[in-house]
């Protein structure tokens, strides 16, 4: 049962303002992986599921932003998102979806589909394995990087060193640390078969780039190339048009660009999330949508922390556009 508070000032939140909050998730593990603790598994994320269901109007999203824009949008208004394209996300998340009756759309990376991996699984994945503790970074221009044991502690950091580093060489640093590592991994994301299985069970798919790249980081042909090839490849996939899209890692002006936005227009995007916290009103850029995801496992925290977001004022490329 919904927190009765938590409920008060959801109400209270949609007589002011009605506007769209959208939460986003990777992947859910059968199980806790301790090298994924952000990643809720099955248990966790039916529980998530059920309290956002009780607590908002969970809309598809392509009809939530028509919606937004329209001026049309009912009270409470969520929708539910899933980057990369992961397995897991029709092995496990779907059949929860459908058995709780909530749609979701899921924005998917083309390269990695029939056996690739993403360049942070393989980072992930020779850590898990990594036989030694200190792990040496030299070789990709960086520093040594010290485990100390404490693989889970020092995850995000490794990710984070890799993450800016150009693309061909970020590319380059994770499968090679990969094969270092002597970890053999596979079936970490879904087949073409398995995201038209996504669409057929009523979910959205949106585009979400070939590679993943940070986008700020390539050439502006090679960026127009990634969200070209990627849309162009989902809608062979589907057989339809592909008409969301959202940023890789997704952050405004460190991330993506104004130009990027151009870009998705003139491709026929409609719109595109971000992961800047807040929520959307009518006034929100079209290709700067905000999302937001809770991290708590307590009903009340984790619908709290949504409260909070409702009013959280998002950032954008251009402040005066907001």
Known sequence: MIDIGCKLALLTAALVERRLSIVYFHRVPATPDPLLPDE???????????????????????EAVRRLYAGTLPPRALAITFDDGYRDNVTNALPILTE????????????????????????IEALRAWPDDDI??????????????????????????LKYLPHAEREHAASDLLARSGATVSGLMANADEIRRLRAAGMEV?????????????????????????????????GEPVVCFAYPNGRPGQDFAAEHCALLAELGYEFALTTAAGTADPRTPRFQIPRFSPWDDSEAKYLGRLVMNYFRRAAYLDEAAA
């Open 40 to 62: 809720p598994d099955c248990a966790r994320f039916r529980a998530r599921v059920r309290w956002l269901r009780d607590g908002f109007h969970v809309l598809p999203l392509v």
């Open 100 to 123: 709780l009756g909530v749609p979701a759309t899921f924005f998917v990376t083309t390269r990695y589909l029939d056996g690739g991996m993403m360049w942070n699984d393989r980072v």
């Open 136 to 161: 040496d970074l030299r070789p990709y221009g960086l520093e040594s990087f010290a485990l100390r044991g404490a693989r889970v502690a020092s995850l995000p950091g490794l990710l984070e060193k």
């Open 206 to 238: 949106g585009g979400h780039t070939v590679s993943h790249p940070i986008l700020c980081s390539l050439p502006l042909a090679e960026a127009r190339e990634e969200i070209a090839t990627n849309k162009a490849e989902l809608e062979r996939i589907l």
